[in-house]
Structure formats: structure tokens, C-alpha cells
């Protein structure tokens, strides 16, 4: 931001550095600990008088010489280019910090090439005693730059006291200096006998061949001790959050870790190896296997050191892309495009947004990302995202997995960025902004005559909004299970709720029968319910029609769980399906009513917007295996699960088996989040900030998609914000419980999150999901109607699972709030776009219009004028102001 | 685009910039003078093997030998004034290195090949019979295309003016072509380097000669004719980048600035004294003048840079922190390794060996 960015596209992401800086360190550790085995080497060869080893030994310093000095010295200006040409603020940083460690470290520098150059260009013609110490110097000069260079290096990973006092001192002793030192002296002695193996492979005289080979063997194998040892202690010395980066957060890591410990296992047991009799071949082979093991051990070791200080460059200082903390506080106050330097577009117009973008890209990005290279590759990475599911990934940056830097800048400015990514870089086409209706029918009202009929049958389903995941090859969150809920009336001066010698039957409307032929919930039941279900049978046993039972506390008859699916047989999607119900006389077997009300059941669920895939059915929903593969993906990245490898291996879960939940009664696994808690409080950290389209991008409410679930009365003038707060405020408020229970992953997803109905955290009234919801009577008071512009339901819940408007009664404690309401987000008046009466059928049949049931007149089920009300306050008085002509 | 709005915000100092301009000014000199030893050793080198074809040739085989110190000395000493010109001027550098960036880390992988070459031309000299052309031929085109991208980057960095062209290729594969001064430059750093090549082959078979290793001074007045030819063709090239600079600050080294123009006049002075004596088959005394000359260059050099980048920065203006405890550590050092680098220089010359340039 500082600096202009190199653009690098393929050979970005880190790839020069890897090229460069891990062959260099390898050397250079051979540097120092091949100093010391060339001096205790000679002295061997001087102790037991051997002209041969000492032959031996001048051969290998030259093969030294040009290694590390050559290879070594100028690789080592060059990882210098790399990281200022890759990074340059963090390497001025360095620079001036340390500018007179590196200064020293350069005086050793010229004191190993004078002293590697006598030692080399005098063997054997100097004195044993001056060439010894001559080698001896070779080795401190060359120790003591490791030492300078190792306190500047770990300096980068724990600065220590340098972040408050900006000292040399406090940053160079820092706190893993010293392991670190122990560490890598151990590694450089390790590989002094590693490129022994090499140049002993190539000695004449079998005998003093075979006796260098153990030799060596003994370099690698003792220090070895002495390195894992020490590598402990480094481990120990570094800071909680580092550890945890490197063992949980970042997943790429653990890659390293592996290859780290696998290139560990080579060294020790092809040390061991080499030092047993075999063919010479065989041992050459073995030595340079033991070689490359050693590139890769430390390549493995200093990416997980690089690895661990994510997302910082200089930990707690400057981040992976350059940006400093105090910068980023600017940034975020100014803009990035104000703040940032080396770009040429200040001001994002529609004109210019991608070149925008673009420039955000390059200095926010690619200081990591590759386009299309071998390491960290953006194309990859994005390649499934849509412009909103792009941002909402940047918005989610350096939250949760903090292995990243966050985005900086205005919202503007990320989706500048997000359409660049998007639009340039994965040429994907605009996305159209509405969906084609469905074409469900219109629904045709029963019949009912005032006059004659002695009968009104209400039903219901009693989730005006409801979801199924037709995921369920790899994973299930929400089952096809519709409950439907019916009461009928005896009509008359005193009508009578009617619960016993009554059978009520229930029927889906025609092409809806047969389930199984269009998702694979059945194939699956097994593995994600634990039970085996007939086709088209139910978790409770429910089929597709049926009679209800009567459910004696709620004085309703009940059919529960109903496997409908949102998919007519003419594969079309259909989220509102049709229950024809009747009620029948169980003694004369007559039809005493007869209504029809809707089952919603939409699997317009959004997780495509983020985790790619398409629709599956009629571009307009269901799941696509693209899109629930990688909702595992994720799921097993940021929480070490293995749910994909299951899946596919015939074995997918319901989410709820490990996260419990109150809906579907699961236990899950002690210590986790409940289902909504962490579904909501994840997806809240990368959508912050928004309206109604954080609901509607999971859930089927989107205002232009082919579902468009909120169809009730409050369509009209409120929305999801206005009963369950913003997504923030509705995650903290399950969150907060799950603190309170004492849930250990709850703050996590608490920390970055902010409310935005109520001033702070404290504010928010903690909630357990699907029993404290909103309550209908907190905007209408003692049952009045409420300002739609300043109603406001959030924060204030239900008491417990009887006070959901599902589950109430009227003051008679007969009739259910939803008999004459209806469904939650399909209330009385309902408008259905897809269809303007299928979500008010009762009303319409029974009198004539779409409001509550006895908005007009009480002569729906009263045979006879009444003058007060039993059900609810206020009736009367909504009932005078709505008659005909009042 | 205005360049003000480009150069990067620079960081804080540890102690009076002073001090490093000091430390800059002294390693740079002491690298430009081995680097021009090193690459004008291999022109000579390079010419000699082309006259002589296969026949060894020994001052092509002296220099074989020296070729490597001279490589490890001149990137060792190369470290020292890149480390505090990046302490001083870092926000000018490290933005003209990333301009520049594909040549400028191109330079590693090039003077790793050179270098090989080189150990190859030395290890191999007699081995390769004619074929030893080829590695010196190779470490010499290297150089020299090191050399360039050295004087592209160093005159980029002073000119901020020229860096909008980021925006239109942020690849890395800018240069500073279209700079009047670079040409001049460049050349001017090349003959240097061919002069002090031919200054050091006179020193050494002048030192040879006392010693009796060498039977005649022939080997000494061809070096000193090529000091002498590349002097006067310097001075050529010198005219040349004087008149390449922009009006105003050309105007400071010709009498607009008393301290910029005696410096040049003083160097342009030791330039032609170092002749005389060259001509006069003094090597030794034209060794003083050059190193006179050199240092005095250096110093011009220096004042040209700041001349270039007043209008933006002056390093009087870095913030300093005052924390002098490690230069103390530094200085310390300094004075440790170089008694020990002497020490090692005298065990290896008491073994009768010749170990450094």
C-alpha cells in the first residue's frame, strides 16, 4: 500500500520465496555446521593420522566452499531482493530496525569468506595449529551470523517487547530467540552430516569410505537428539495463538507439518541405514534421497514457522500484505483507495470499478495469491464464488480464521474487489438479479355455505416459512417433515371444538405422492436419522396422506412430519403444495368439512451463493452436489472434520447429530454449539453489515427468487430485520446463551461481531432457539395494532416453548392463535405472488375475504350476534371498525 | 500523476543519517573499486584469450585465479552500501527494484551462473585448452549485463517522475531507457572498470617483478596502457554525462555549486594526475591518485543523488529514534573481525600462499 505491488500472476503466492529461500537456508545451514565438521574432521585426521581423511577433507571444502559461497552467499542476497521486492514495507521495517544486527552479521559474512578462502586455498601447506584455528574462526563467523540472522528472523514471528518499546534489543532477544538459535544450530550440525554422506559417497578407498559414511551418520544422528530436543522448546516458547495457528486455523499448514515430521523420519532412519552394510549403488542412492529429505524437512520447518505468525508478516505489526495495524486503522477511516499509494483510482464510479478492483486486488491480494500458480492459487480459490458470495467471503476475512489478513477498506471498495475477482479474473457473467416464477396452478377454494353447513374445518401448517435440504447425500440440516394441524368447529350459538368421533384426514394434492422419485432423503435415512423408512414414509411414519391424531394439549389434530417435497411429479418445484382436508363423521362415515391449506416446503436454500453449485431443479432451487460437497469442504477445514470423506464413503450426517437442536430434539455432542447458534453465528461474521438479504440469501424470503416465503400480512410493512434484529444482533442473541452455557466455541463467533439494534452486546437478551422467539406481543400490545414504522420485535422473547405463537391458545383455551391467524410468516392476510389465494384459503372459503378468521363477523362458526369475545382483547373493538361501511 | 503522491512514506533511523552516509559512502567505495577490479580483470582477461587462442596465457591464468575473490569480494562488499542506501534512501529503492523487478532479481541467478564460470575458468583453465573463452566470455557478458541493471536501477531511483508508467505495465519489466543519464553511466562505470582492471594487472606484475616471479615489466606497461586508453575515453564519457543531467543540476557541478564543482573539478583533476603518472610507468603513485579519484567520484556521485531527489527528500528529514547501543555493537564488531581478518591474512601469507586480491 505503501509500495507498488510486482504484478507476478503464475510465480506468485509466496512461489519465489519457496524457490529461492528455502534452497538458501538449506545451504546455509550447511554453512554453519559444515564449518564444524570440517575442523573437527581435520583434527580427526590429524588425531589418528589420516592422510586419507585429510585428503578427504580438503576435497569436501571445496565441494563446501562452492556450495556455500557460491550457491549459499549469493542466494542469500537474493532471498534479501526477494522479500524487498515481494514485501517492501515489512523488509524496511527490518531493515531499519535491525539495520546494525545486519550490519554485524555482514562483518561475519567477510570474516567466513576470508577465513573459508585461507582455510581452502592453504590446506595443507599452513601449519596444522594456524589451519585448525583458521577453521575454527570459519566455524564462529559462520555460528555467529546464524545467530544474528536467527534473532532477526523469529523477531518476525515474536517481537516481544518490540511492539510497545520499538527497541533493537527487546526485538532481537525476543522470546523465541533463543530456542530458535538451540533449534537451528542442531539442524546445522544434522546437515553437515547430511552433505557428508554425499562427498563420502565418492571416496576411493572403501574402508575410509565406509568409516566416513558412519561418521556422519553420527552428525546427523546425534544433533538429531539435540533437535528434536530443542524443537520442542521452540514449540513451547511460542505463544498460544501461533500454536493454535499452526496445529487448528490454518489448514495449509498441516501439509507442512507432515512433510516436516516425514522429512524428520527420512533423516533419522536413512541415517541409520546408511551406516548398515549395503551396496556402494544402493548407499549413493540412499544418500541423495537423504538429501532431498532434508530439503524437504527444512522447507517443511520454515514454512510453519512462516505458517504460524498468520496472519502477520511481522507478528502483531505488519500483515502478509504489507499493511501495517496503524494503517489499517486508516484505511478504514479514509478508504483504502485515499490511503493507499500506488494506485491510480481514488473514487469507485460504475465506470471504473473493476480497474478499482483490481487495484485493491493487487496490493491486498496478491502479496499471497497466486493467478494460476502452483502456490495459493486465487483462481482456485475463487473459482465458485458469485460477486456476493465474494464479498461475503472478504467481509469474513481475519474473523473466524484469522489465518488472514481482513479486508481493509469500504464496503464499496470490497465490492469492487469482489466483482473484479468474479468478473475478471473468473469471466463469470452477471447473475440475473431475479429468478423466473414457478408456475404452481391457482388453488381452488372449498365450498362453503353459511346456511347449511354445520361445520368449519381451520388448518395449518404451523411453520409459515419452512426449509428442507435436499442434500442428504452428503449432509442434512432440515428433513422433508411438514406438521400439519387442523381443528374443527361446531357451529352454533356456542360453537364446540370437536375432538372426538371425528376423523381427520389429510391428502397432498395430485403429482406430490411419490417423494422418493425426486430427492434422495430415503437413500440416505439410514446413515443421516439412524432409522429405515419406507419410500414416502416419514421420520414419524407420516405418508402423504393420512389422519391426523389428535394432540390433546394442543386441542388439534396433528399429522407430523410429512415427507412433502417441494418437486411435482412434472418436475417442476413447487414450494406450496396442497393438503386437501376433511373431516369425517366416524360413525356415519359422512364428510362433515372439507378445506385445503398449504404445506411450504422450499428447498430455495441460498448455500450455492456462497459455496458454489448451481440449482438443481429448474434453475430455481434444491441442492446440487457441487454445492453440498463444498459445504463440507468448508465444514472440514475450519473444524478438522472428516464429513466429506464420510459422505462419500456412503456415510453423511445430519448437521444436528453434533450440533443439538430444540427443533429436531438432538442431543448432539456435548460442548458444541447448538445448530442455530453456529449456523447463524459463523455466517453472521461474513455478513455484516447488510438488510434482508443476509436472511434471503440462505433462506427462501429473497424478494425477487422463486419462492418468496414472507407472504403474510407483515410483508407488507416490515421485514425479517424487524421481529429477529439483523443477522448480527440475531446470531449474538443465540450466541450469548451458548456463552452463558458455558459453550466454549460461542466467543469465538462472538468477537468481531457488533449489534446493530441495540448499542452493545450487554443490551442483547440471550435466547435458546425455537423457544424464546419473537413474541407477537411485544408490538401488539394487549392486542392492538402497532405503528409499522416504529415496531420492532427484536430482543424481547418468548418466555419458553408454550408462549410461541405456534403453541397459544385464545383466551378461551380452545382455539390456536394459527387456526385463525395463520401460518407464522403467511398471517392473515396472506399474498402469495405465485399464487394469490393458496396461502388464505380458509378465509376466503369460509368468509369471503383474506383477513383473520371472524375479522367481520362472528358468524363463521356463531350462529348467533355475539357482544363479547372470549378469544382475544380488541376483537370487539376490530370487529365494529371493520364492519361494511363503518 | 504526481510523484510526490508515489513515494513512499519512509521509515524511522536509528541514528543521525549522518552515520550511514558515512558507512554508505566508505563500502561503496570500497566495492566499486573491487568490482571494477573484478569485471575489468575479466575484460582483460577475456581480450587476452581472444588474441592468444590457446596458448595459456599468464596473466589470463593470473587473473583466472583471482577471479573468484574478486566475485566473492565484490557481492560481499556489494551487501554493505545496498544495506544503508536501503537505510537512507529505502523508499526510493525498493519501489524503482520493484519497477524493475524481473531484471533486478534476475541479477541473482546471473551472477550465480557468472560466478561458476568463473570457478570453472579458474579450476579448469588448463584443461579446457580454447574452450576456457568460452566460461570467461560468459562471466564478462553476465557482468556487464549485471552492470547495466545495477545502472538502470540506481538511475530509476531517482526518478520519480518516470514511475507512473507502473500503471500501464506492473510486471516488473521497467527500465530506465528513455534517462539521458544512463547511457553515460553506464559506460562511465564499464571504462572505469577496464582502467582499474589494467591499473591492478600493473600492480600486480610490478609486484611480481620485485619478487622475480616475472622476468620483465611488459606485463605492467600493458596494464597501465589499458589504465591510460580507458582513462582518456573516461573522460569522454564523463562529458557525456555531464551534459546528459537535467539543466539544473548539471548547472550545480559547473559553477553553480562551489562544493559540487570543486568536488568534480578535484576528481576530473586526480583523473588526469593518475594519467601522468600512469605515463610515467609510476603505478604505485597513479594507485594513490586513482584511489583519490575514485573517492572523490563516490562523493560526487553522492551529491548528484542528492541533487536528483531534493525536490522530494532529504535524509536530514528521516526521524531518528537515537537508539545507539547497537551501532556501538556494530563498530565493535567492525574492529573484532577486521583484527581477525588481518590475523587470518597474515597466517596465510606466513604459508607462502596468496589468498586475497
Same mark, same amino acid.
Given at each position: ?101 545486519w550490519a554485524t552479521e555482514w562483518v561475519c559474512f567477510t570474516g567466513e569468506i576470508v577465513a573459508l578462502f585461507v ?350 435440504s435436499d442434500s442428504d447425500p452428503y449432509w442434512v440440516l432440515l428433513p422433508p417433515a411438514n406438521d400439519l394441524f ?401 | ?121 579458474? %579450476? ?8 576456457? *573463452?568460452?566460461?570467461? !566470455? @560468459?562471466?564478462?557478458? &553476465? /557482468?556487464?549485463? +549485471? ?105 550545480? %557541478? ?8 570543486? *568536488?568534480?573539478?578535484? !576528481? @576530473?583533476?586526480?583523473? &588526469? /594526475?593518475?594519467? +601522468? ?81
Amino acid at each position: 500500500m505503501n509500495y507498488p505491488v510486482w504484478e507476478l500472476y503464475t510465480a506468485g503466492g509466496g512461489f519465489l520465496i519457496a524457490l529461492i529461500a528455502v534452497v538458501h537456508v538449506y545451504v546455509a545451514h550447511f554453512a554453519v555446521g559444515g564449518g564444524l565438521f570440517l575442523v573437527l574432521t581435520e583434527h580427526k585426521a590429524y588425531r589418528t593420522d589420516s592422510a586419507g581423511m585429510l585428503a578427504y577433507v580438503k576435497q569436501h571444502t571445496r565441494f563446501f566452499m562452492l556450495v556455500t559461497m557460491v550457491f549459499g552467499g549469493v542466494t542469500g542476497v537474493g532471498i534479501w531482493f526477494t522479500i524487498a521486492l515481494l514485501n517492501p514495507g515489512a523488509t524496511s521495517t527490518l531493515i531499519h530496525t535491525f539495520v546494525f544486527g545486519w550490519a554485524t552479521e555482514w562483518v561475519c559474512f567477510t570474516g567466513e569468506i576470508v577465513a573459508l578462502f585461507v582455510y581452502f586455498y592453504t590446506f595443507g601447506k599452513m601449519k596444522q595449529g594456524p589451519h585448525l584455528q583458521i577453521g575454527w574462526l570459519y566455524f564462529i563467523f559462520a555460528w555467529l551470523s546464524l545467530f544474528l540472522v536467527n534473532g532477526i528472523i523469529d523477531f518476525m514471528l515474536t517481537p516481544g517487547q518490540w511492539l510497545d518499546t520499538g527497541s533493537f534489543w527487546a526485538g532481537f532477544f525476543n522470546p523465541t530467540m533463543l530456542p530458535s538459535l538451540a533449534f537451528r544450530t542442531a539442524i546445522a550440525l544434522m546437515f553437515a552430516g547430511v552433505f557428508g554422506f554425499i562427498t563420502s559417497m565418492f571416496i576411493q578407498e572403501k574402508d575410509l569410505r565406509e568409516s566416513m559414511i558412519r561418521y556422519c551418520c553420527l552428525w546427523v544422528l546425534i544433533p538429531f537428539a539435540a533437535m528434536l530436543a530443542s524443537g520442542l522448546w521452540y514449540f513451547h516458547a511460542l505463544p498460544q495463538p501461533v500454536k493454535t495457528m499452526i496445529l487448528k486455523r490454518s489448514p495449509e499448514l498441516m501439509t507442512y507439518v507432515k512433510l516436516f515430521f516425514t522429512g524428520s523420519a527420512v533423516l533419522f532412519v536413512g541415517g541409520i541405514l546408511l551406516a548398515l552394510k549395503s551396496p556402494l549403488p544402493m548407499k549413493k542412492c540412499l544418500a541423495f534421497l537423504v538429501l532431498a529429505m532434508g530439503l524437504v524437512f527444512m522447507g517443511g520447518f520454515e514454512f510453519l514457522r512462516e505458517g504460524g505468525r498468520k496472519p502477520w508478516v511481522i507478528y502483531n505489526h505488519t500483515y502478509a500484505n504489507a499493511i501495517t495495524k496503524t494503517d489499517q486503522d486508516r484505511i478504514n477511516s479514509d478508504g483504502f483507495l485515499a490511503s493507499a499509494r500506488w494506485v491510480s483510482q481514488r473514487e469507485i464510479t460504475p465506470k471504473n470499478q473493476l480497474a478499482a478492483g483490481k487495484e485493491i486486488f493487487l496490493i491486498q491480494c496478491t502479496p499471497c495469491h497466486s493467478m494460476g500458480g502452483p502456490m495459493k492459487d486465487i483462481l482456485v480459490r475463487t473459482q465458485k464464488f458469485s460477486v456476493f458470495g465474494m464479498d461475503s467471503m472478504l467481509d469474513g476475512l481475519g474473523k473466524i480464521n484469522d489465518y488472514m489478513p481482513p479486508f481493509m477498506g469500504t464496503r464499496k471498495e470490497r465490492e469492487a474487489l469482489a466483482s473484479y475477482i468474479v468478473s475478471d479474473l473468473q469471466m463469470k457473467p452477471e447473475e440475473p438479479a431475479a429468478t423466473a416464477r414457478p408456475q404452481i396452478g391457482t388453488a381452488s377454494i372449498p365450498e362453503f355455505n353459511p346456511k347449511t353447513d354445520q361445520y368449519v374445518l381451520l388448518a395449518w401448517n404451523n411453520l409459515g416459512m419452512h426449509c428442507i435440504s435436499d442434500s442428504d447425500p452428503y449432509w442434512v440440516l432440515l428433513p422433508p417433515a411438514n406438521d400439519l394441524f387442523a381443528q374443527l368447529i361446531r357451529r352454533g350459538p356456542l360453537p364446540e371444538l370437536v375432538t372426538e368421533a371425528v376423523s381427520i384426514r389429510y391428502q397432498v394434492e395430485p403429482g406430490f405422492e411419490t417423494p422418493s422419485r425426486h430427492v434422495d432423503f430415503w437413500k440416505n435415512v439410514k446413515s443421516n436419522f439412524g432409522k429405515d423408512l419406507e419410500p414416502d414414509t416419514g421420520l414419524s411414519g407420516s405418508r402423504l396422506s393420512g389422519e391426523m391424531h389428535m394432540n390433546k394439549e394442543l386441542k388439534a389434530f396433528e399429522a407430523n412430519l410429512i415427507p412433502v417435497v417441494p418437486y411435482p411429479d412434472n418436475g417442476t418445484y413447487n414450494p406450496y403444495p396442497l393438503f386437501s382436508i376433511e373431516a369425517i363423521d366416524t360413525q356415519s362415515g359422512k364428510r362433515l368439512a372439507l378445506t385445503k391449506t398449504v404445506a411450504p416446503t422450499a428447498t430455495e436454500m441460498g448455500c450455492k451463493n456462497c459455496h458454489g453449485g448451481e440449482w438443481r431443479v429448474n434453475g430455481q432451487a434444491g441442492f446440487t452436489d457441487a454445492t453440498s460437497r463444498d459445504v463440507l469442504l468448508a465444514h472440514d477445514k475450519n473444524s478438522g472434520t472428516r464429513l466429506l470423506e464420510m459422505a462419500e464413503k456412503g456415510q453423511p450426517r445430519l448437521c444436528q447429530s453434533c450440533h443439538p437442536d430444540p427443533v429436531l430434539g438432538t442431543k448432539g455432542t456435548p460442548g458444541l454449539l447448538n445448530f442455530p447458534a453456529a449456523i447463524h453465528g459463523w455466517h453472521a461474521n461474513y455478513l455484516t453489515g447488510r438488510g434482508t438479504e443476509a436472511c434471503y440469501k440462505c433462506h427462501p424470503s429473497a424478494p425477487e427468487g422463486p419462492t418468496r416465503c414472507l407472504r403474510g400480512v407483515h410483508a407488507d410493512t416490515l421485514d425479517c430485520t424487524s421481529c429477529h434484529g439483523f443477522l448480527e444482533d440475531h446470531a449474538l442473541s443465540l450466541l450469548k446463551q451458548e456463552d452463558l452455557d458455558g459453550k466454549p466455541g460461542a466467543k469465538r463467533l462472538m468477537a468481531h461481531l457488533k449489534p446493530r439494534k441495540v448499542p452493545t452486546i450487554d443490551a442483547i437478551n440471550p435466547r435458546t432457539p425455537w423457544v424464546n422467539e419473537p413474541d407477537c406481543l411485544t408490538c401488539h400490545k394487549d392486542f392492538t395494532r402497532p405503528d409499522p414504522a416504529t415496531a420492532d420485535g427484536f430482543n424481547t422473547w418468548t418466555k419458553g416453548i408454550n408462549g410461541l405463537y405456534r403453541m397459544r391458545h385464545d383466551d378461551s383455551e380452545v382455539m390456536m392463535c394459527e387456526a385463525c391467524h395463520g401460518s407464522p410468516h403467511a398471517i392473515y392476510p396472506a399474498k402469495n405472488v405465485l399464487d394469490p389465494d393458496r396461502d388464505s384459503i380458509q378465509p376466503l372459503q369460509y368468509q369471503g375475504n383474506r383477513r383473520a378468521m371472524g375479522f367481520q363477523r362472528c358468524s363463521v362458526c356463531h350462529t348467533v350476534e355475539m357482544e363479547d369475545t372470549l378469544h382475544h382483547p380488541m376483537q370487539e373493538v376490530i370487529l365494529r371498525e371493520n364492519q361494511p361501511g363503518a | 500523476m504526481d510523484p510526490a503522491r508515489l513515494i513512499p512514506s519512509p521509515d524511522t533511523i536509528p541514528v543521525h543519517w549522518g552515520w550511514f552516509q558515512a558507512l554508505l559512502t566508505l563500502t561503496f567505495i570500497l566495492h566499486i573499486l573491487v568490482m571494477n577490479t573484478m569485471l575489468g580483470s575479466g575484460i582483460l582477461a577475456l581480450v587476452r584469450e581472444l588474441k592468444t587462442g590457446s596458448d595459456p596465457d599468464p596473466v589470463s591464468r593470473d587473473i583466472s585465479k583471482k577471479l573468484p575473490y574478486t566475485i566473492a569480494f565484490t557481492v560481499n562488499l556489494g551487501v554493505a552500501p545496498l544495506l544503508f542506501v536501503q537505510v537512507l534512501y529505502g523508499q526510493f529503492i525498493y519501489t524503482s527494484s520493484i519497477l524493475m523487478a524481473v531484471y533486478w532479481l534476475a541479477v541473482i541467478g546471473l551472477v550465480i551462473v557468472a560466478y561458476y564460470s568463473a570457478y570453472l575458468y579458474d %579450476f579448469k583453465f588448463d584443461a579446457l585448452g580454447q574452450a576456457r *573463452l568460452i566460461f570467461i !566470455a @560468459v562471466t564478462v557478458l &553476465i /557482468l556487464t549485463v +549485471v552492470a547495466l541493471i545495477f545502472t538502470n536501477n540506481m538511475t530509476l531511483m531517482l526518478r520519480p517522475g518516470s514511475w507512473g508508467r507502473y500503471f500501464t505495465n506492473p510486471g516488473g519489466t521497467l527500465l530506465n531507457l528513455s534517462d539521458p543519464m544512463l547511457y553515460p553511466r553506464y559506460l562511465h562505470f564499464i571504462t572505469a572498470s577496464v582502467a582499474v582492471g589494467g591499473l591492478v594487472q600493473a600492480l600486480i606484475w610490478s609486484l611480481k617483478y620485485k619478487s622475480g616471479a616475472a622476468h620483465t615489466r611488459d606485463h605492467v606497461t600493458s596494464g597501465l596502457n589499458w589504465f591510460m586508453g580507458a582513462t582518456c575515453v573516461q573522460m569522454v564519457w564523463g562529458l557525456w554525462f555531464l551534459l546528459s543531467l537535467p539543466g539544473s543540476i548539471r548547472a550545480l %557541478f559547473l559553477g553553480g555549486s562551489s562544493l559540487h564543482t570543486a *568536488l568534480l573539478l578535484l !576528481a @576530473v583533476l586526480g583523473g &588526469i /594526475l593518475s594519467l +601522468v603518472l600512469a605515463a610515467r610507468q609510476r603505478e604505485w603513485q597513479a594507485l594513490w591518485a586513482l584511489l583519490s579519484t575514485v573517492t572523490l567520484m563516490v562523493f560526487t556521485r553522492e551529491l548528484l543523488r542528492s541533487a536528483f531527489l531534493g525536490a522530494w527528500f532529504t535524509p536530514a528529514n528521516l526521524t531518528v529514534t537515537g537508539e545507539y547501543s547497537p551501532m556501538v555493537l556494530f563498530l565493535i564488531s567492525l574492529a573484532a573481525g577486521l583484527v581477525l581478518v588481518v590475523y587470518m591474512l597474515r597466517l596465510a601469507a606466513a604459508a607462502g600462499k596468496e589468498v586475497a586480491p
